[in-house]
């Protein structure tokens, strides 16, 4: 990890202001101090239930919000220091549900080929070209050029989302639950198609899913998300296999795939509780089954505990003195 | 998409014409209205080869002749004349010429500045939103036929300035559609992606957002037809419209009100087509909006 990492996020953050009427402001803390690093050409997977924030982070990384505070960097340059349009040239995204993300009045060839249409400084038969060979690339066939997205299936919207996404030959490619809204054996072909292209084209992926089999199967490092805030951060092995954190543990104990040994110990109750008055503390101590008084008083830091960054009193060395110990 | 009512894209998918026509023509109303204004349609194109007289001959020796059905009737007046001996027939098919005219133009006119106001703001939202919104619902809050009352005393009485009077009261109806359809679309993932793959404002607009917000729009537009038609003859009944002597259907009613107790067909035949003409075009545009929108589908 000494070398510079080709994606770094420093303590972002995105609060949301609602207005409501006539009881004043309330913010909405989508991203709390969510810091990570992302080496070239591996797959980050950020996990978490629905509403801890996984897609406003995408959205601060794709440039559709402003973040509200904190850093992000490319290969190390700052994102306010990248221009835009360079910024999406490296980064592009494949969108959750392939129905709503492809406009249903174009056809497949002219939606593969609208960023470079877009881009500019190609002839049209070049433009063309490219579109046809990205198709054979993802797995359509010739066939499809000239059909509407409402006469395909689920699985070829996306590998047309997916296409799009690379045509611009992007560094880093954001991956919002790519697959949740396909059929299982659809997702496995997906999900090897995404894995095939990222050995091709030397892809980074920062993918954002609540599958954890999924994220088992592509992840190199796994991060965990409760409430915008980073709750376990690591290698696949360390997070997925010897969770430490009470959160990962529960949610993997949900999971049938994972330790059996956890499978009993840990439910997870209750909803996520209202982002717009987060409690102090701890944000998991609502339905923490480990619970402690600090837990309710003080925020615990990301600490490195097992070779793996965790945020939990129970790992803090000393919890009366954890205000010392800084966020990374 | 099969799954019924958990489908929320209220999307046209770009169906083929054979697949519109089958959910059209099933609907009995909507072909009768298609009937309807294409017969009118037919009638006003060719009203010079199929008119029997010119609308403006006046023709000495038959002043008010009834239809030739009624007593007193003269064969080479179908329809009757009118109190200066015209031929009502002609007239009538000549009016069926200014009211299509006057439909079409209507029609365009709030169309085009409508769609473009709905879309801009839609679109940019905030104060320029609030401007077009705020003066749309003060065109809104007064009656219609007034407003183009106030138009047309301040451009001066013609048929033309009765046209851009009637586009005006409709256009806050155009705006109001194409801003709600502008606004569940611009949210939409497709235009967002569009927008990371850089994207601008006008291909935004004019390439992604309009054309799914159209269907719609050809509805009200059908139904603006008859609006506009409607609106143009109480002008012209009003005197505000066209003038005297073309052959008008609301003008014509107006200049046979004194004879409606003496010669009744001469405000029933206009009165009657303004009414046929006007069901025409509600029927279609319903019909339209039936076989456009798949969530009226069974």
């Known amino acids: ?93 494949i969108f959750q549900d392939p129905y709503s993300s492809l406009n249903p009045r174009k056809k497949v060839i002219d939606l593969i080929a609208e960023p470079l249409v877009i881009a500019g400084g190609f002839s049209k038969n070049e433009i063309r070209v490219r579109a046809k060979a990205m198709m054979a690339k993802v797995g359509l066939r010739p066939e499809f050029e000239e059909r509407y997205p409402h006469m395909l299936s689920g699985g070829q919207r996306q590998r047309v989302g997916i296409a799009r996404a690379l045509i611009l030959k992007p560094q880093l490619l954001i991956c919002d639950e790519p697959v949740s809204a396909l059929d299982i054996s659809i997702q496995a072909q997906v999900l090897n198609l995404l894995m095939d292209l990222q050995d091709e084209f030397g892809l980074t992926y920062l993918f954002i899913s ?119 | 998409m099969s799954s019924g009512g958990a489908v929320e894209s209220p999307m046209t998918a770009p169906s083929s014409f054979g697949e519109f026509w089958f959910v059209f023509s099933r609907n009995r109303g909507a072909v009768v209205g298609l009937a309807i204004v294409a017969l009118f349609a037919f009638l006003a194109i060719a009203a010079p080869w199929i008119a029997p007289y010119d609308p403006a001959l006046i023709s000495d020796g038959a002043l008010l002749k009834p239809p030739f059905w009624s007593e007193g009737g003269e064969p080479g007046f179908w329809l009757g004349t009118d109190d200066v001996g015209r031929d009502l027939l002609s007239r009538l098919i000549y009016g069926a010429r200014v009211s299509m005219a006057v439909g079409f133009l209507v029609v365009v006119v709030s169309l085009a500045v409508g769609t473009l106001l709905g879309l801009v703001g839609g679109y940019a939202g905030g104060w320029i939103d609030a401007v077009i919104m705020r003066l749309m619902d003060i065109l809104m809050s007064l009656p219609s036929i007034l407003l183009a009352i106030v138009v047309v005393t301040v451009l001066g009485q013609s048929l033309v300035n009765a046209i851009l009077a009637v586009s005006i009261t409709v256009i806050p109806g155009f705006v109001r559609l194409v801003r709600a359809q502008v606004l569940v679309e611009k949210s939409k993932p497709y235009v967002i992606a569009s927008r990371t793959f850089g994207a601008g404002p006008m291909r935004q607009i004019f390439i ?65 087509c303004i009414l046929i003409l006007v069901l025409g075009f509600n029927l279609l545009g319903d019909g339209l909006r039936d076989a456009l929108d798949p969530r009226l589908q069974k």
């Open chain 1, 1 to 93: 990890m000494s070398e510079t990492p080709f994606l770094e996020v420093k303590n972002l953050s995105k609060t949301y202001e609602v207005r409501r009427l006539f009881r004043g402001k309330a913010f909405v803390r989508a991203l709390d101090g969510v810091s990570f690093q992302l080496q070239k050409g591996k797959t980050l997977a950020i996990v978490g239930e629905s509403g801890c924030g996984k897609s406003t982070l995408a959205k601060c990384l794709m440039r559709i919000e402003k973040p509200t505070g904190g850093e992000i960097r490319l290969g190390g340059r700052r994102l306010e220091d990248i221009p835009v349009r360079e910024w999406w040239r490296n980064v592009q995204m």
């Open chain 1, 210 to 328: 609540h599958d954890l089999s999924l994220v088992r199967h592509i992840a190199d490092d796994v991060l965990v998300m409760y409430l915008g805030q980073v709750m376990e951060l690591g290698s696949r092995e360390k997070v997925l296999f010897d969770p430490q954190h009470p959160y990962t543990k529960a949610l993997l104990a949900s999971h049938p795939d994972f330790d059996k040994a956890l499978n009993g110990q840990l439910t997870l109750e209750g909803e996520l509780p209202s982002p717009l008055n987060p409690p102090v503390g701890c944000p998991f101590q609502s339905r923490c089954p480990r619970v402690m008084a600090v837990c309710r008083e003080r925020r615990p830091p990301l600490f490195e505990v097992k070779s793996r960054e965790c945020a939990c009193h129970l790992y803090t060395p000393d919890p009366s003195d954890s205000a010392r110990v800084s966020p990374v």
């Open chain 2, 208 to 272: 992604n957002i309009l054309p799914n917000c159209m269907a719609p729009v050809i509805v009200q537009g059908t139904l603006g037809f008859s609006d506009g038609i409607l609106n143009v003859a109480a002008l012209g009944f009003l005197g505000l419209g066209a003038q005297p002597p073309t052959a008008e259907w609301g003008t014509m009613l107006s200049d046979a009100r004194s004879f409606i107790e003496s010669a009744p067909w001469l405000v029933t035949l206009p009165g009657l």
